[in-house]
């Protein structure tokens, strides 16, 4: 055995191997034996001489060939060594010692001959255990615990090279590396859960001076910009974060009046004029820097103004790739591939892009401004470019939705000309109205045909249209609304409440639209008729969720909202109620209205949700008429 320095011995007497005097067979003891080892049973071991650059060996005794028993050099205790392990340490000195390469091999001979006769010797352990004491001729000294006479000579053996000690410290390494590679996986799996965030409550930990501890909500104390009504307040962490988020939808339509907008008006001429009576600002109050204002004077909510973004997302999703809209296949569209339901049994695409860019347009969103530039832009487009060189726009529809469709796309070029004085728009916004003058029937009325004796319902959109082309400056002959006013003499018997045609009996859809048109056309709310009709509907036709008729709703609204006062918050509290809670919440559907009521199936989901979202921006889409506005 060769002894390794140590850290306490740096330096050791070498000593070098000498011939042994006599071959003879390594003692092997049985470890199972209950007898004594020998006294001095080393003494006639092969001794070594002193060697330069040598380190002390002396022979070993095979126990059962795996184990080597030996002396110790430097303190002479028995030690046991392990074949295949090649070292030893001592116990009692700490030494430790290696055998050189003869050994090595030696002992694995003597191991594989072991292993050979094992199964033969076993049946005797006892005779086995004789003969290997007889065979080893080992002289027993009488006294065994005597130390050595000499000090033991010791062997050359060079200390083995590091890549010979390679296997176990790869081994080392590879379960390290495991372990590290099974540490890391959990961790990747705990890094990989699905990102959430949580609005949790905040708690203040501090007491304040001459105060009990103040508990804060962060969820209840976060400031809205619009108002959220007393029946609407949160209860529960859900309807928190509802309200959040229905006030982070409305936030995306309005604009910061203190952030410079170089392509809308000047503000402060734009606040002045809404204060006069001038005709022009009847759509001025749309402009996204006024909007919160006229939400906290009118009567609207974060949840109406939230609804109002939800359907105008809902629309814009809808839209044709060539920039119109379909009233029958909405659900074909790009974005939609048949997953909402709701289509029209009518074919009228040019009433359908009317009916959604009014909206757009009433919440201030032009072909110019506003996060639906681009979506207002292609459907103006897709008008002008379908118009004829008479001004018609009805794009081929010539059934009965002709004159609603021409109706509805004159309003949308009107306005969009009054907001931004686009001179590309002034012309067709001009021939559009020309050919509803053309159209007027001699008695003053319009329906679905030019020229046809009239109907109070196609009579209300071009009256609307007419009143929008003089708010945008256009040009339009006071005789046209004397006519008008001629019919809808003829559909009364009182002035407060009309019928679909003259001698029809009165119903609350034509009563409202008719005194629309009266309001419109120059009636003050000092006429008797006019306040008697605003009483009927109020009083007796107020909005009900069980009987949806949007159509109505959507006139009505609007008389009501210019008439003010008690009747008008009343009726602004059961309309916004049933409209912002009927809205679509769920799939691809979400921000839209089902179809439901009269007339719904043949406008299906298009026309049903363009006029409720109509009806929400009652706030600004229109001045009111009867009030100034100080802002």
């Known amino acids: 055995m060769a002894r390794r320095n140590r850290i306490d011995s740096p330096s050791v007497t070498p000593y070098a191997l000498k011939p042994r005097r006599k071959a003879m067979p390594v003692p092997v003891l049985n470890l199972e034996s209950d007898r004594p080892l020998a006294n001095n049973w080393f003494k006639d071991v092969d001794l070594i001489t002193s060697s330069p650059d040598a380190i002390k060996v002396v022979s070993p005794v095979n126990l059962d060939g795996e184990t080597l028993i030996h002396g110790c050099p430097d303190c002479q205790s028995p030690l046991s060594l392990r074949v295949w392990l090649g070292v030893a340490d001592c116990w009692s000195c700490g030494a430790s010692f290696s055998l050189d390469e003869l050994d090595v091999y030696h002992q694995q001979q003597v191991r594989q001959k072991k292993r050979q006769s094992l199964t033969s010797v076993i049946q005797d352990a006892d005779l086995i255990e004789a003969e290997r004491w007889e065979s080893a001729k080992v002289t027993v000294p009488p006294d065994f615990q005597s130390k050595p006479t000499s000090k033991p000579k010791v062997q050359v ?171 029958h296949r909405f659900h074909r569209a790009q974005g939609c591939r048949g997953q909402c339901r709701g289509a029209a049994h009518q074919h009228c695409d040019s009433a359908a892009t009317s009916l959604c860019l009014l909206p757009f347009l009433g919440a201030g969103q032009t072909q110019w401004t506003g996060m639906y530039k681009d979506v207002v832009a292609s459907g103006l487009r897709w008008l002008v470019d379908n118009q004829l060189e008479s001004g018609d726009l009805r794009a081929g529809a010539n059934h009965q939705f002709g004159m609603y469709a021409h109706g509805q796309g004159a309003i949308v070029l009107c306005e969009a000309y009054a907001l931004t004085r686009d001179e590309a728009l002034r012309q067709p916004a001009q021939k559009s109205i020309d050919f509803i ?26 009256i609307m249209a007419l009143h929008s082309a003089r708010s945008a400056g256009l040009n339009v002959p006071d005789d046209v609304f004397a006519k008008a006013h001629r019919y809808l003499n003829s559909t009364t018997t009182d002035g407060s409440l009309y019928g679909y045609q003259p001698g029809h009996h009165p119903t609350e859809t034509m009563t409202a639209e008719a005194l629309l048109c009266r309001m419109y056309m120059g009636w003050t709310f000092d006429d008797t008729g006019l306040k ?63 179809p439901q009521g009269p007339h719904s199936s043949d406008g299906g989901r298009i026309y049903v949700t363009a006029l409720a979202v109509c009806t929400l921006e009652v706030y600004y889409r229109h001045a009111p008429i009867f009030r100034q506005i100080r802002l």
Not at 202 to 224: K, L, M, S, W
Not at 444 to 452: K, T, V
């Open 157 to 327: 053996v060079h200390p083995k090279p590091w890549w010979e000690s390679l296997p176990a410290l790869l081994a080392s390494l590879l379960i390290h590396l495991l372990i590290l590679i099974l540490l890391a996986l959990w961790s990747i799996r705990r890094d990989l859960q699905e990102e959430t965030i949580t609005l949790s409550t905040n708690v203040a930990t501090f007491e304040r001076e001459g105060d009990a501890h103040q508990y804060i909500d962060a969820v209840e104390n976060i400031a809205f910009d619009l108002p959220v009504p007393d029946q609407d307040q949160p209860q529960n962490e859900a309807q928190r974060k509802a309200l959040i988020m229905a006030d982070q939808m409305a936030k995306q339509i309005r604009f910061d009046p203190n952030q410079p907008h170089p392509e809308l008006p000047d503000l402060s001429n734009l606040k002045r004029l809404l204060g006069t009576e001038n005709v022009q600002r009847s759509v001025m109050t749309r402009d996204p820097r006024v909007r919160t204002d006229m939400i906290h004077r009118e009567g609207g909510t974060t949840l109406t103004e939230a609804a109002v973004a939800r359907g105008l997302d809902w629309m814009a999703r809808h839209q044709n790739s060539d920039g119109s809209w379909s009233l």
């Open 437 to 462: 003058i053309a159209a007027q029937h001699k008695q003053g009325g319009w329906r679905y045909q030019p020229g046809e004796r009239g109907d109070t319902s196609v009579l209300g959109w071009q």
């Open 532 to 594: 008697k009709g605003v009483r009927f509907l109020a009083n007796e036709h107020l909005p009900d969720a069980r009987q949806f008729n949007i159509y109505y709703w959507y006139y009505a609204t609007q008389v009501m909202h210019h008439a003010g006062g008690r009747q008008w918050k009343k009726w602004n509290e059961r309309m916004r109620d049933i409209l912002v809670q009927s809205q679509e919440t769920s799939g691809h559907e979400a921000g839209s209205w089902a």
